[in-house]
């Protein structure tokens, strides 16, 4: 099931990785990708924390250019169009409206930031900043009278959780061993230069053993954890654990575009057409307490969004209008900043190599997921010295999979998909083309009616779907497949949740005889 390779205990890897976030994905993929032999482990599903928890984006940060964060941005840019070719499925362009606050930031200030965001990256496929009279453009309908003035902008939007889930199916195709809920219960320096990691089962609660020249942990908001109580090193590095939260509510405008919303503690809110019928609302940045595990959007941050852009909107939501929140924890490097909003979001790696002979530790602090690929491109050259005779970097010109079509092929793909297969409704021949691009035709296979695909879940969502999450993309749970592969838990009834939890406990159940011959 989900191809995972029969690597016996103690078999040496040339790298294990701890952590199957964007950035753990992002590094196997890299790395077997250059012929290194990669294990991965996951403790949860994949992207189950701060990786699907983002404002889904791929934006160079332009508040960041106040706090002089000019590196990160230009990197964060350059990386727009590099990532939405590689990926035009589950990436796309995305106009921002910046309505100009009197009172704020002044109108030549905003001109002069959006100057630098059009020129420091490269831009070649997105347009540029152009300014909006707000009387006149429809973008100017659902806002307060007073916003005569805006800007708009590009930047891309993202399905976090999916580009996860994408580097992580690349790397196992590319021979990586991924194995979710596996925590790493311990990792030890051995005697003979190796790692021994002591690796948990967390659905058998079986523990197994594995080898590795080197060690990445990529443990996110459990990065400090992962040092202090499974390497059991102790050291000065600290991250910063910051809660983002988001809220979703009905579709508060028409158009396609996003707004960007200027506040006057000097943060932004944007808002963001959501799933065709809903909002996007974020973010906040406080401090965190507790587990990373334990996020969740509180009532202060709740309000704080609601405040935001009752600020802008003629008719702005409720709490009754609410229909879902999420939140995540960002793992952001101790810079000592006083604020959450100014640490830094840049990445920071940290090699820890006690002595000459013994395998590294590569630590993996902060980090956006802009910037994923090009953080595995930097975490493989810390580890070039430790493993020789790999190749170069190739990720740049590379599609994820189903995404090997043009930038601007989406509505092409939809048309022909729906041309073969006739019986899917408009909707769901669009969200297929989103999730898969071109490997939608693999899930359809030779179906010639609906009912060839199996038990209906509602919202277009089939068996046949299901099946292909399952061992393609390693879903065990119905949560995984409602908000992590997809967000059809927006539009799936209780009943329909629980028709599909219960099919997938079937699928995904130990086969008894295999389970008797393990014994």
Same mark, same amino acid.
């Given at each position: 099931?989900?191809?995972?390779?029969?690597?016996?205990?103690?078999?040496?890897?040339?790298?294990?990785?701890?952590?199957?976030?964007?950035?753990?994905?992002?590094?196997? !993929?890299?790395?077997?990708?250059?012929?290194?032999?990669?294990?991965?482990?996951?403790?949860?599903?994949?992207?189950?924390?701060?990786?699907?928890?983002?404002?889904?984006? =791929?934006?160079?940060?332009?508040? &960041?250019?106040?706090?002089?964060?000019?590196?990160?941005?230009?990197?964060?840019?350059? %990386? !727009? %169009?590099?990532?939405?070719?590689?990926?035009?499925?589950?990436?796309? /362009?995305?106009?921002?409206?910046?309505?100009?606050?009197?009172?704020?930031? /002044? +109108?030549?200030?905003?001109?002069?930031?959006?100057?630098?965001?059009?020129?420091?990256?490269?831009?070649?496929?997105?347009?540029?900043?152009?300014?909006?009279?707000?009387? @006149? #453009?429809?973008?100017?309908?659902?806002?307060?009278?007073?916003?005569?003035?805006?800007?708009?902008?590009?930047?891309?939007?993202?399905?976090?959780?999916?580009?996860?889930?994408?580097?992580?199916? #690349?790397?196992?195709?590319?021979?990586?061993?991924?194995?979710?809920?596996?925590?790493? %219960?311990?990792?030890?320096?051995?005697?003979?230069?190796?790692?021994?990691?002591?690796?948990?089962?967390?659905?058998?609660?079986?523990?197994?053993?594995?080898?590795? !020249?080197?060690?990445?942990?990529?443990?996110?908001?459990?990065?400090?954890?992962?040092?202090?109580?499974?390497?059991?090193?102790?050291?000065?590095?600290?991250?910063?654990?910051?809660?983002?939260?988001?809220?979703?509510?009905?579709?508060?405008?028409?158009?396609?575009?996003? &707004?960007?919303?200027?506040?006057?503690? $000097?943060?932004?809110?944007?808002?963001?057409?959501?799933?065709?019928? =809903?909002?996007?609302?974020?973010?906040?940045?406080?401090?965190?307490? $507790?587990? /990373?595990?334990?996020?969740?959007?509180?009532?202060?941050?709740?309000?704080?969004?609601?405040?935001?852009?009752?600020?802008?909107?003629?008719?702005?939501?409720?709490?009754?209008?609410?229909?879902?929140?999420?939140?995540?924890?960002?793992?952001?490097?101790?810079? $000592?900043?006083? +604020?959450?909003?100014?640490?830094?979001?840049?990445?920071?790696?940290?090699?820890?190599?006690?002595?000459?002979?013994?395998?590294?530790?590569?630590?993996?602090? $902060?980090?956006?997921?802009?910037? &994923? !690929?090009?953080? *595995?491109?930097?975490?493989?050259?810390?580890?070039?010295?430790?493993?020789?005779?790999?190749?170069?970097?190739?990720?740049?010109?590379?599609?994820?999979?189903?995404?090997?079509?043009?930038?601007?092929?989406?509505?092409?793909?939809?048309?022909?998909?729906?041309?073969?297969? /006739?019986?899917?409704?408009?909707?769901?021949?669009?969200?297929?083309?989103? *999730?898969?691009?071109?490997?939608?035709?693999?899930?359809?296979?030779?179906?010639?009616?609906?009912?060839?695909?199996?038990?209906?879940?509602?919202?277009?969502?089939?068996?046949?779907?299901?099946?292909?999450?399952?061992?393609?993309?390693?879903?065990?749970?119905?949560? #995984?497949?409602?908000?992590?592969?997809?967000?059809?838990?927006?539009?799936?009834?209780?009943?329909?949740?629980?028709?599909?939890?219960?099919? @997938?406990?079937?699928?995904?159940?130990?086969?008894?005889?295999?389970?008797?011959?393990?014994?």
């Amino acid at each position: 099931m989900n191809d995972r390779q029969s690597v016996p205990d103690e078999a040496v890897h040339d790298v294990a990785i701890i952590g199957g976030g964007v950035n753990g994905c992002g590094i196997a !993929r890299d790395l077997a990708g250059r012929g290194a032999s990669v294990l991965l482990c996951e403790q949860g599903d994949l992207a189950q924390a701060t990786s699907s928890a983002s404002t889904k984006l =791929f934006h160079g940060g332009l508040r &960041y250019l106040e706090h002089y964060e000019f590196r990160l941005v230009r990197e964060a840019l350059v %990386e !727009r %169009e590099t990532l939405l070719r590689a990926m035009p499925h589950i990436s796309w /362009p995305l106009r921002f409206v910046l309505p100009h606050h009197e009172g704020l930031r /002044p +109108a030549w200030l905003l001109r002069l930031g959006l100057f630098l965001y059009d020129h420091l990256g490269g831009r070649e496929i997105l347009p540029g900043t152009r300014t909006l009279d707000l009387r @006149m #453009d429809d973008a100017g309908a659902p806002l307060k009278a007073q916003f005569r003035k805006g800007f708009e902008y590009s930047d891309c939007w993202v399905e976090d959780s999916r580009l996860v889930v994408l580097n992580a199916r #690349d790397a196992a195709d590319r021979g990586a061993d991924i194995r979710t809920r596996t925590r790493c %219960e311990n990792a030890t320096r051995d005697t003979d230069g190796l790692w021994r990691l002591s690796l948990r089962d967390m659905r058998g609660d079986t523990v197994s053993t594995a080898r590795a !020249r080197t060690l990445v942990n990529a443990g996110g908001p459990w990065v400090q954890d992962v040092i202090l109580n499974r390497t059991h090193r102790d050291s000065a590095d600290r991250i910063r654990l910051v809660r983002g939260s988001h809220i979703v509510t009905r579709r508060l405008f028409t158009h396609d575009r996003a &707004y960007i919303f200027q506040q006057t503690d $000097g943060r932004i809110v944007f808002a963001i057409p959501y799933e065709g019928d =809903f909002t996007l609302i974020g973010t906040t940045d406080a401090d965190h307490q $507790g587990p /990373p595990s334990e996020a969740v959007c509180t009532p202060e941050e709740r309000d704080y969004l609601l405040n935001a852009v009752a600020g802008y909107f003629e008719q702005p939501p409720t709490a009754a209008d609410i229909v879902w929140t999420y939140s995540g924890v960002r793992p952001l490097f101790d810079d $000592g900043a006083s +604020a959450a909003a100014e640490a830094t979001r840049d990445y920071v790696l940290k090699l820890d190599r006690p002595g000459e002979g013994e395998p590294p530790l590569l630590n993996i602090f $902060g980090g956006k997921i802009t910037t &994923y !690929r090009r953080l *595995a491109e930097a975490a493989a050259a810390k580890l070039a010295p430790f493993l020789p005779g790999h190749g170069a970097a190739w990720t740049a010109g590379a599609p994820l999979p189903g995404g090997d079509f043009p930038v601007d092929g989406v509505a092409d793909l939809v048309r022909r998909l729906a041309g073969d297969y /006739p019986f899917l409704d408009p909707a769901t021949a669009k969200r297929l083309i989103r *999730a898969y691009g071109t490997q939608a035709w693999d899930i359809l296979g030779t179906a010639r009616a609906a009912e060839e695909l199996g038990e209906a879940f509602g919202a277009g969502l089939t068996a046949a779907e299901v099946r292909w999450l399952i061992t393609r993309e390693w879903a065990v749970e119905a949560e #995984d497949v409602l908000w992590r592969r997809s967000k059809l838990g927006l539009r799936l009834s209780d009943s329909q949740k629980e028709r599909l939890a219960r099919f @997938m406990r079937a699928e995904t159940a130990p086969d008894p005889i295999e389970e008797e011959t393990a014994q």
